[in-house]
């Protein structure tokens, strides 16, 4: 997935090898293009080679402040990457995993431009299991209420799918 900021795009990759060592831990990595370089095209499923700077992600600055190192933990993100080059390797064939994930993205996409902000957000995290952009007071709220478990079960379904489909792939 990509997320387009002013001056940057950002991927979420997942590693299949750092300085030329393999690594088969799933470890995925936030991918940075700063706007203005050649653009280089792939999508999911792409295996790519990347040049770069990496960068470990940031603590809290402030008490109570985002904690960048303590969210990409717990969403199996070990760091980013500035990226200077990127290659294309092999572009994987199009598979149903693609397709949903194509379908997911359009439907934010979609979401986020029909809806206004906070709908979109909670929309993102009840359906398809999006927490990111959730307000800590509107997760709280959730906890509040004793319902909390409709954020973690929404994304679990799109999950179990998406890991049903690679495993018949």
């Known amino acids: 997935s990509s997320i387009e900021k002013e001056y940057q795009i950002q991927y979420l990759i997942k590693l299949e090898q750092i300085d030329g060592k393999k690594d088969k831990t799933g470890k995925k990595i936030i991918l940075i293009w700063k706007k203005g370089r050649k653009n280089v095209s792939f999508s999911y499923g792409d295996r790519i080679l990347i040049t770069g700077t990496y960068e470990k992600l940031e603590g809290?600055?402030?008490?109570?402040?985002?904690?960048?190192?303590?969210?990409?933990?717990?969403?199996?993100?070990?760091?980013?990457?500035?990226?200077?080059?990127?290659?294309?390797?092999?572009?994987?064939?199009?598979?149903?995993?693609?397709?949903?994930?194509?379908?997911?993205?359009?439907?934010?996409?979609?979401?986020?431009?029909?809806?206004?902000?906070?709908n979109a957000m909670l929309f993102q995290a009840i359906i398809l299991g999006d927490k990111n952009n959730l307000p800590k007071e509107v997760k709280e709220n959730f906890q509040k209420s004793n319902v909390s478990h409709l954020l973690a079960l929404s994304g679990t379904h799109i999950g179990y799918l998406l890991l049903f489909v690679n495993s018949m792939t």
């Not at 402030?62 to 717990?74: P, R, V």
């Not at 990457?81 to 996409?109: A, D, H, M, Q, T």
């Open 60 to 118: 809290a600055r402030n008490e109570g402040g985002y904690d960048e190192e303590k969210n990409g933990k717990a969403n199996g993100i070990w760091g980013k990457i500035i990226g200077e080059k990127i290659e294309k390797l092999e572009s994987k064939p199009k598979n149903l995993s693609y397709f949903i994930y194509r379908f997911k993205v359009n439907l934010e996409n979609r979401v986020q431009k029909e809806l206004d902000k906070e």
